[in-house]
């Protein structure tokens, strides 16, 4: 892979010399190098562009460190921080707390400098995905007024079977569906209970590469998989945040991060497409 998260290096190397501690001894340099794993969701400089990724610049050093606790000890509930925090010593804490509160806040017009390359835009979903992949799974969630089918390709779903780890070369699609809704925009239940199938909206892609997962932050390290989501003619969807993925698979180490590892194994034991509902109204 030619590619390289382009914040991550040049804050490790954009650093200054001089050593900068705290009085309870937080390591300013320290933080700022670490801190080129954040960037991805809350921008180089700690202003961030997307509305749901809060500012850190200029944030007071202890509120920051007590977030950071809180996330750790899952006191605070955020699944993509809780994760992230999960990752963080002590000392890293209070290193980033500090680096975060020396950065200027977005008066400055202070925004995130360089994008990552963490856009989705690795990989590539063909259009005969149909040829080369089987679905292993239905879910249909009310909350989400969705229907979604699982699809793996035979290296994915025969590792999962056998109980290791992927390989290279291995592929996870959700194929997103919207629910069928009546005129009162109830949504419509088969005489199983089942959701209805209707309009198809979108691809989830996960896929597995040898190197691919070289320059992605450890933080939301995913081994070699890359995330992607795709629109209904194959084309990448615009501002996909991979961090974001992978922050909310990273926890999954026992199933190579894999969500639907179970199912996968299921279905080549007993050869039958799977399905649950989730019936939670949010
Ligand atoms: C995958 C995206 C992502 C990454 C990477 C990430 N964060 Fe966050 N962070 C979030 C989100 C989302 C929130 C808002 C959480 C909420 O709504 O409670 C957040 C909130 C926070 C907050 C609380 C801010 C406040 O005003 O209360 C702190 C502190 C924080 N992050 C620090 C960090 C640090 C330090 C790192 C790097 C080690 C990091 N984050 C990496 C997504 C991310
Ligand atoms: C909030 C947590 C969360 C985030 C963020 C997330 N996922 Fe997932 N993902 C899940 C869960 C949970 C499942 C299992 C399906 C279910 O139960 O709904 C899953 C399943 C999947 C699967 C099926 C394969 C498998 O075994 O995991 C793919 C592919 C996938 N996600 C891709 C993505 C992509 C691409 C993104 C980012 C655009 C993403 N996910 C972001 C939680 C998340």
């Not at 001894?25 to 562009?49: K, R």
């Not at 290791?164 to 009162?184: H, Q, R, W």
């Amino acid at each position: 892979m030619n590619k390289s998260v382009k914040g991550f290096s040049a804050l490790v190397f954009g650093i200054p010399l001089a050593a900068t501690t705290f009085a309870n001894g937080a390591d300013i340099e320290l933080g700022a190098e670490m801190a080129g794993e954040c960037s991805a969701c809350h921008g180089d400089a700690g202003v961030s562009t997307d509305p749901k990724f809060p500012n850190l610049a200029g944030q007071k050093p202890a509120y920051i460190s007590a977030q950071l606790k809180a996330f750790k000890k899952g006191d605070r509930k955020n699944t993509l921080m809780n994760a992230i925090a999960a990752e963080l010593s002590d000392d890293d804490i209070e290193n980033l707390a500090a680096h975060f509160a020396t950065l200027k806040g977005a008066v400055d017009g202070n925004v995130l400098a360089e994008p990552t390359d963490l856009d989705g835009s690795l990989m590539q979903l063909v259009e005969d995905y149909e040829k080369t992949t089987t679905r292993y799974h239905r879910k249909d969630y009310d909350g989400r007024r969705q229907v979604r089918y699982f699809r793996g390709n035979d290296l994915a779903i025969d590792a999962a079977a056998k109980g290791g780890a992927f390989p290279s070369g291995a592929m996870l699609i959700v194929e997103i569906f919207a629910a069928k809704e009546d005129a009162d925009g109830e949504l419509i239940k088969d005489a199983d209970g089942k959701l209805v199938q209707g309009e198809r909206k979108l691809y989830s892609y996960m896929e597995k590469r040898d190197g691919w997962g070289k320059d992605v932050p450890k933080i939301f390290d995913n081994g070699d998989w890359r995330h992607s989501l795709f629109t209904t003619d194959f084309a990448l969807k615009e501002g996909v945040n991979e961090a974001q993925c992978m922050a909310c698979h990273k926890p999954l180490t026992d199933t190579d991060y894999s969500f639907t590892y179970e199912w996968m194994k299921d279905f080549r034991s007993n050869g039958k497409v799977g399905y649950s509902h989730d019936v939670a109204k949010k």
